[in-house]
């Protein structure tokens, strides 16, 4: 049985989500079974159509809408931490089944602290051994730098978003 690595994807550039989709259609093209869960996200992103699709690659429930977290008020945020806490005991419950388990911006959920960095941990350190994690957000805590085995840092050098282009269905979302 081969030992499952921890993959770290973050930093302020285009492409950490599509990192981790990427290497979750790699792992489901070797027949091994995918799950992604994400976190201060809504269901409504063109790739989960396809990605629904794939057979291995299942995907976490998420609300159809979602407000972005600056915009939603104290009784949002309490909600979608209950939420957010859900989704990811779930996961956790079915890591045992999967070859490979994604947490797409579970970093930044850690850091606004919609998730407790101890619950990242506590799993991380206690995965099935076999279990290949894969984790994206905007910045990584020392902690989960310490655990992961690959860390890439995906840095924006020039965005069109910078010059009013806003994103574009199909290509940013």
């Known amino acids: 049985m081969q030992k499952g690595l921890i993959h770290v994807y973050y930093g302020d550039g285009k492409g950490k989500t599509t990192a981790a989709i990427g290497l979750g259609i790699r792992a489901c093209g070797n027949d091994m079974k995918v799950h992604l869960v994400q976190f201060l996200k809504a269901n409504d992103s063109c790739e989960l159509v396809t990605l629904r699709k794939i057979r291995n690659f299942s995907l976490g429930d998420a609300p159809c809408s979602l407000p972005f977290w600056f915009n939603m008020n104290e009784r949002q945020k309490s ?30 959920a850690v850091n606004m602290e919609v998730l407790p960095e101890k619950s990242l941990l506590d799993f991380l ?48 979302f």
């Open 79 to 108: 909600d979608y931490r209950r939420y957010a806490a859900q989704l990811f005991e779930a996961a956790v419950k079915t890591a045992a089944s999967l070859d490979v388990l994604i947490l797409d911006e579970v970093l930044d």
């Open 125 to 172: 350190d206690n995965k099935p051994e076999r279990l290949e994690v894969v984790l994206t957000g905007h910045s990584v805590a020392p902690s989960v730098e310490d655990r992961a085995d690959y860390i890439s840092y995906i840095k924006a050098e020039k965005h069109p978003f910078e010059h009013g282009q806003p994103a574009r269905k199909g290509i940013e």
